[in-house]
């Protein structure tokens, strides 16, 4: 990720954008734009859906329209669509590190505002489901309450008015152009937080660009430092995934030399668009074996440019043999970094056992060590929370 820009003052307020930099969003258009279209007799494409980012609802709709051919006014389709969308709200989760913003910001009296190209009225219902989240901004800005939405900076501009502060004062974060352009547009200091994947190199406008919220660095803008870090790790919430053993492509073992793993994109689509890309680890538990630790990486795996989102898991152990076909869990607790590009192989082999010497060390830590007694490491019908997997691909030694 892009390292911040120098900056000739101190940070006193943050501006938000909420839709894909708070809110996974994309998840329930999908969900209601989608059997639309199907309906309509049209095929939904995905990779249409990243030109509806940072537009505003009716923008939104034109683009929508326009690409599949449908027989319908932008007001028509508006009035048809909204509806769903309305009952959809409740079911948008945060992204990663999302309530960990807010609630920091919060805690340590920082001014911060929201401000969106959604309707001021549709704010207000998507942050009435997340609890505390309405109280902890100074200053909430729809899109329509402004002349012009992103990448006009009018809206940043009114929630700097609204905050009684200048724009050289504030630090916007956002996930798309328009709205890195607006905030660069109004004077302010701009974090990219790209919610389309693999699209960095398209966000240099930006003062920064990180892979996702839990990469944020406050003290880098002169605001508090976030203090939940451990000995070079985050603890996330834990999440849980399992299924047998089978044999995958052989990339970790006869390219890398490491056992590494691979659940299929189209079998945890779903599981996999709610967590951020990046380093974790946690423990592994094999049916037959045992419990181990093991570190794991999720994302595009930038230096073999992979065209899916997969979830690689390495168990930190040296097995005599295959254990093809054997059940596999997942426990995962903890953040290490950002996916990153490498130079050349050997650079990114030495990271690998970077961070597998990272993961060794903090799984001693209590606040990581409790969960090796998890039930699902044992028998996932015992964790009510945990993610059913189907099929985990695992070049085991």
């Not at 790209?194 to 803008?221: G, H």
């Not at 590009?341 to 606040?367: M, Q, W």
Request: hydrophobic share 40%; charged share 20%.
């Amino acid at each position: 990720m892009a390292a911040p820009k120098p900056f000739s003052r101190l940070i006193s307020h943050v501006i938000l954008d909420l839709d894909g930099t708070l809110l996974n969003t994309d998840s329930v258009v999908s969900k209601v734009v989608k059997p639309f279209i199907v309906k309509n007799g049209k095929t939904w494409d995905t990779k249409k859906a990243h030109k509806l980012v940072g537009k505003t609802p009716y923008e939104a709709a034109a683009v929508v329209l326009e690409d599949y051919g449908l027989p319908y006014s932008t007001e028509e389709f508006l009035s048809m669509i909204t509806p769903m969308f309305s009952e959809q709200w409740c079911n948008i989760k945060p992204l990663p590190g999302a309530n960990r913003l807010i609630k920091h910001l919060r805690s340590n009296g920082v001014p911060t505002a929201l401000a969106s190209n959604s309707p001021r009225s549709n704010i207000e219902a998507k942050i009435s489901c997340h609890q505390g989240w309405k109280e902890s901004f100074s200053a909430i800005v729809g899109g329509d309450e402004v002349e012009k939405g992103k990448p006009s900076p009018d809206i940043f501009f009114e929630a700097a008015k609204r905050m009684n502060t200048t724009p050289s004062n504030c630090l916007v974060i956002e996930d798309s152009l328009p709205g890195v352009t607006a905030g660069k547009a109004a004077g302010m200091h701009v974090i990219a937080v790209p919610s389309v994947p693999k699209k960095t190199a398209e966000f240099s406008t930006a003062d920064e660009v990180i892979n996702s919220l839990l990469d944020l660095r406050p003290e880098d803008w002169g605001l508090p430092p976030f203090n939940d870090w451990i000995e070079g790790t985050l603890p996330i919430e834990p999440w849980f995934i399992g299924g047998p053993v089978i044999k995958g492509f052989g990339r970790g073992s006869k390219v890398l030399g490491i056992p590494t793993a691979n659940l299929p994109a189209d079998n945890f689509s779903e599981l996999v668009s709610e967590h951020t890309s990046g380093v974790y680890f946690g423990w592994a538990g094999l049916s037959t074996h045992g419990i181990y630790k093991m570190v794991m990486s999720i994302g595009w795996n930038p230096y073999f440019d992979n065209t899916e989102k997969t979830v690689e898991p390495w168990l930190l152990h040296d097995f005599d043999e295959d254990f093809y076909g054997e059940e596999l869990r997942l426990a995962i607790v903890g953040y290490i970094r950002p996916q990153a590009n490498f130079h050349s192989l050997e650079s990114l082999i030495e990271r690998i056992h970077e961070d597998g010497r990272i993961a060794e060390k903090a799984l001693d830590l209590p606040a990581y060590a409790k969960y090796k007694d998890s039930p699902y490491l044992r028998n996932p019908l015992q964790q009510g929370s945990a993610t059913d997997a189907s099929q985990v691909e695992l070049n085991s030694k």
